[in-house]
């Protein structure tokens, strides 16, 4: 049973997603809610396997390889499995009060982002290298069209741009994939390391094509440019989706790649290079966000500057950062959810997201606001918080590899956070003359308020549950234990 | 080998260069969608070539890569111009009522 | 002794944050509901703080340990030190929340105010039972947000700046302490709060690092406890409605700021580290300047309640100067300021409050005459001001006194002047607003409403009282300077 786990974890969301899209309106909310139920209770197994029994590997229809698909769920992906179902079940049930009546939109709503949910699990669980690749093109031609549920109006331009970049790296990955075929032979993870490394410029090559792509579709400075129109002006459930689990996918696709087969051929130079473009991330993104008039866009801003953090695990290689790079992945994906649930109620209730008109918004909206702030705690890495755990493992690690630099671009990083998060609640707290909310839309349902604040208050949890996730990780790869 | 892979070499070598050097310029999006499926055939090219420069008879699973790369690809770009249309009408519609 | 007796600080911890939660949850509409979580909530942390300090007293030990990574633990415990600030604190949470729903009568976003008044206290609970940096980190920080709400209760535009002030100081602070804990972390490893600290080992050795890392972590503490240059945050919080002035601003975030400094000396570093790398002496004269500075300008305060910040300024630095002088004495003055200063400020902060409140008064100018109309209020506040200046035999004298004998017990001679000096500048910024209250004609022209709401009044005496109480009685076991007495027996193993 245990070893059909993946299988269910990817397949029930997948093939829930095609039957809503053929059934659909009169099928919205029951159908979708019962394949998220199930989605939520598979994989969260599978998780718990995982953490008792170790590893789970599973060869798709029983072919062996080479011709068999391998399913593999280790340690990491666990992990990320853990925060994309956690994360996914309460997306769907503020999604209930957002998308919960019947209509066109709301069942493509419903059938896009139970694809999607099945794609990003299906990415996780791949173990070579063009299923991942398989995966990756699920995820972004399902995350595109879900831009779209806004309305097409604001969003055909962003949903374009995305559509672009998304094409464009797949492509360059899909050309490492190819190479590393040629140099390796095969494209089951655990078996391209050795010949990658000693394949020379060729195996270099389909290193580079490799993570470029990867880097592409994660919106790593400087291929970000589509992702704030597009995280900033879908619907509150679809932006929280991509800015905390899109992108996210694509960083654990970073890590798997750089620790596994890729660990014999890379450079320092390259790691290096990565951990700049992550401070220059984190620089940039912070800056950007302090900028914004729009509270959706400071926030999609944010999801730039938060995935330098992962970067920089890359220079400094040792297992305390490997853990704070993982450990972040949660920890924003958690709190950016929340960043954006709650901001979907402030555009509810509102009508629009100017930031200087949104003032004195915690009486209306208290739920929502500290729902914002709890999870900005987070965001800015202080105590005690997912973030904070996150931010004092790459701490140590900068310390501990001797490149204190990056313990300055961290502690800089969590002030330009501080400058941001710290701005919106300055609004919603002022209590002054001028703009003011003109008109007052519906108050969000309670169950869009409670799902941002339960996100709200896991981002703090996650601040005292550190031992059993980091556990459930395990070590560096490849690093002695 | 019955073929001589060089030509096909450079052959994607340029167009992967024109369709990278369109894609860093071009602002349209439908030069920009151009531009990313040439510089697309520029990659399925460059895996035909690996089932080439594999040993023993031709590899099928460059091939199978290729083919499902075409379709992804295929099926984006539907999906990109169907987007790009809908712009344009937008745009003219938008143009139509500032008329009125 | 059962492990839910040991887990004692955790409940103490709990009580508060299960308070802030059932007074955010009750929000603004069931005010009578949130008044009794809120009071039954401190009268209860009450009880248990009592229980804490009969068990610490008879030799228990209250140590609860969360393990977050390997070797990185949230460690509570309640030693003697600990218990000091707590009881400081629990006392003067339940008198501040009987003024402070007095003070608030009518003002809106009460639930709020309330709900971060007693995660506030959390956090100052969390300080004081710490068992490490880095759980003292944690609760550090979350102190500074859950006081910025507090500073940005009425929201105006004036206010938000004061705000911002606020938190580009205590974040700053904040970021420099958690460099030099990730410091000491990679150079010494784990290290809990143990009386004498751990680290002599590494004095010959790592000298250099060590200095470096007690200068990072004084600088992060440095803040809250506003030593000069880094106390510009304090007078422009003033803004703050007065019960949070009060509480926070001459008890917790202060407090908080000196507890630190205690803790790095005494508990971190250890005594006879601190002065084999010379930073002792060095400690002590920036504590001194402090002193005279915030003397010096409080004296050209027009305002009451930034006279009475920088007057703080002053009075909290007196706290590390009795540490960084090492010797017994001079701990037990600096330690013992830490409450009798609590509770002098707290009552100077409480009349300020009410006088703002019944008659409008904000600037000095405005206090003549004030005794005839508000004579209690008048009395509690002339108390605080003598016991600030030292008269015999109210608080202030006590701890002013252990700090001169212990300045000539480590042969700091220079520090006695200092001590004079304030006390004369003390006399001076306070001695005219005494004799404006009480001699000279009515200022205000507003009808007569004679004294302040009783549940103003009564707070401020009941703190205005035991200002002089633990001046009077100190010579008892139980009194604040007998308690201190016993840390400082444990801490230097007398």
């Not at chain 2, 070499?9 to 071009?26: D, E, S």
């Not at chain 3, 000091?84 to 105010?113: C, G, H, N």
């Not at chain 3, 000298?207 to 945050?233: D, E, M, R, S």
């Not at chain 3, 703050?240 to 509480?247: F, K, T, Y």
């Amino acid at each position: 049973m245990t070893e059909f786990l993946p299988v269910l974890a990817v397949f029930i969301p997948l093939l829930g997603g095609v039957l809503q899209f053929l059934m659909g309106p009169r099928a919205v909310p029951v159908w979708p809610m019962v394949v998220s139920g199930a989605t939520t209770v598979c994989a969260l197994a599978l998780v718990g396997s995982v953490t008792n029994q170790g590893d789970i590997q599973h060869m798709l229809g029983g072919w062996e390889a080479p011709l068999g698909i391998p399913l593999r769920v280790d340690g990491l992906a666990a992990v990320m499995l853990l925060l994309n179902n956690v994360v996914g079940g309460l997306v769907s049930l503020y999604a209930l009060g957002a998308h919960g009546r019947s209509g066109a939109v709301n069942s493509h709503f419903w059938a896009l982002w139970l694809l999607l949910w099945g794609s990003l699990n299906a990415l996780f669980v791949s173990g070579d290298l063009f299923n991942l690749y398989v995966a990756l093109e699920l995820v972004s031609l399902s995350a595109i069209p879900l831009v779209l549920v806004a309305g097409p109006r604001k969003t055909v331009a962003a949903a374009l741009n995305y559509l672009h970049f998304a094409l464009f790296g797949s492509l360059v990955y899909l050309a490492g994939v190819g190479l590393t075929y040629a140099v390796a032979g095969s494209l089951d993870l655990t078996l391209i390391a050795g010949p990658l490394a000693e394949g020379g410029p060729a195996g270099h090559m389909a290193a580079a094509c490799l993570i470029v792509g990867v880097l592409i579709k994660a919106a790593i400075v400087p291929f970000h440019i589509w992702l704030p129109a597009a995280h900033g002006n879908a619907p509150a459930a679809v932006s929280a989706v991509l800015s905390a689990l899109v992108v996210k996918s694509c960083m654990y696709l970073l890590l798997r790649l750089w620790t596994e087969p890729l660990a014999g051929i890379t450079v320092d130079a390259a790691a290096q290079l990565l951990g700049i473009i992550g401070a220059a991330a984190i620089g940039y993104g912070s800056v950007q966000a302090f900028r914004q008039e729009r509270l959706k866009l400071v926030v999609a801003y944010s999801t730039v500057a938060q995935l330098g953090y992962m970067l920089l695990f890359f220079p400094m290689a040792v297992a305390t950062a490997w853990e704070g790079a993982v450990y972040h992945g949660v920890a924003h994906g958690v709190a950016k959810a929340a960043l954006f649930l709650a901001a979907g109620n402030v555009l509810l209730y509102v009508g629009h997201d100017r930031l200087r008109e949104l003032r004195g918004l915690d009486r209306p909206l208290a739920l929502s606001v500290f729902a914002f702030a709890l999870a900005g705690v987070s965001i800015m890495g202080l105590p005690p918080s997912g973030g904070f755990i996150a931010k004092w493992l790459l701490l140590s690690a900068a310390l501990e590899t001797g490149q204190w630099w990056w313990a300055l671009v961290l502690i800089v990083g969590g002030f330009l956070a501080a400058a941001y998060i710290f701005r919106v609640l300055r609004y919603a707290f002022l209590n002054a003359p001028g703009p003011t909310i003109e008109i007052e839309g519906p108050v969000p349902p309670r169950l869009m308020s409670w799902t941002a604040l339960l996100l709200g208050v896991l981002s703090i949890v996650l601040g005292f549950t550190t031992a059993p996730i980091l556990g459930l990780l395990g070590g560096l790869p490849g690093a002695a234990p | 080998m019955s073929i001589m892979p060089e030509p096909f070499a450079l052959a994607a070598a340029a167009l992967i260069a024109v369709g990278f050097y369109g894609f860093i310029t071009q602002q349209h999006p439908l030069r920009r969608l151009l531009a990313i499926n040439i510089f697309g055939n520029g990659v399925f090219m460059t895996l035909i070539l690996v089932a080439y420069w594999l040993p023993g008879d031709a590899d099928p699973v460059p091939h199978a890569m290729v083919l499902t790369g075409i379709v992804i690809a295929v099926s984006a770009t539907a999906f990109g111009l169907a987007l790009i249309r809908r712009r344009i009408l937008d745009a003219n519609r938008k143009q139509d009522h500032g008329d009125d | 002794m059962s492990t839910l007796y040991q887990a004692m600080p955790l409940w103490v911890l709990l009580i508060s944050l299960v308070t802030a939660v059932a007074v955010f949850i009750a929000g603004e509409k069931w005010q009578r509901l949130r008044t009794a979580f809120n009071l039954s909530g401190a009268v209860l942390k009450l009880v248990l703080v009592a229980i804490m300090l009969w068990g610490v007293d008879l030799g228990h030990t209250f140590v609860v340990h969360l393990p977050l990574l390997p070797g990185l633990n949230l460690v509570l415990q309640a030693d003697a030190l600990a218990l000091l600030f707590m009881s400081l604190s629990a006392v003067l949470w339940l008198v501040t929340t009987v003024y402070a729903i007095a003070y608030l009568e009518r003002a809106p976003d009460r639930a709020r105010f309330f709900g971060f008044f007693s995660l506030c206290v959390t956090a100052t609970m969390g300080i004081a039972m710490a068992g490490n940096l880095f759980t003292f980190f944690v609760f550090y920080e979350l102190l500074t947000l859950a006081t910025w709400p507090l500073v940005i209760h009425r929201g105006t535009d004036k206010v938000m700046v004061a705000g911002r002030t606020y938190l580009h100081y205590t974040l700053g602070g904040g970021a420099v302490f958690l460099l030099g804990i990730v410091l000491l972390y990679h150079l010494a490893g784990p290290t809990d709060f143990v009386a004498g600290g751990e680290l002599l080992h590494l004095g010959e050795d790592h000298a250099g690092a060590l200095t470096a890392i007690f200068v990072l972590l004084i600088i992060g503490v440095g803040v809250k406890a506003a030593i000069v240059p880094l106390h510009g945050w304090l007078p422009t919080a003033m803004v703050a409605p007065a019960p949070v002035s009060a509480l926070l601003h001459a008890v917790a975030v202060v407090k908080a700021g000196a507890f630190g400094i205690v803790r790095v000396v005494h508990d971190v570093y250890g005594v006879e580290l601190v002065q084999q790398l010379h930073l002792g002496t060095a400690l002590a004269v920036v504590a001194s300047i402090t002193i005279i500075y915030g003397s010096l300008r409080a004296i050209w305060q027009t305002d009451l309640k930034r006279r009475l910040a920088f007057s703080t300024v002053s009075q909290v630095s007196y706290v590390a100067l009795g540490v960084a002088m090492g010797s017994p004495l001079a701990t037990i003055g600096g330690l013992v300021h830490l409450v009798h200063q609590g509770l002098m400020k707290i009552t100077l902060f409480f009349c300020a409050g009410a006088y703002a409140e019944t008659y409008g008064i904000h600037a000095i100018r405005e206090l003549d005459g004030i005794g005839r109309r508000m004579p209690w209020t008048t009395a509690m506040f002339t108390l605080g001001a003598f016991g600030m200046i030292g008269v015999p035999p109210l608080a202030g004298f006590i701890s002013k006194w252990y700090l001169g004998l212990g300045a000539v017990d480590a042969h700091q001679y220079w520090v006695i002047p200092v001590l004079l000096g304030s006390t004369v500048l003390n006399a001076i910024y306070f001695l005219p607003l005494l004799h404006r209250a009480w001699f000279r004609p009515l200022a205000i022209t507003d009808k007569d409403r004679g004294e302040a709401h009783p549940g103003l009044l009564w707070p401020t005496v009941f703190t205005g009282l035991s200002a002089m109480g633990v001046g009077l009685l100190a010579a008892f076991a139980w009194s604040p300077l007998g308690w201190v007495e016993l840390i400082v027996v444990r801490e230097y193993g007398l």
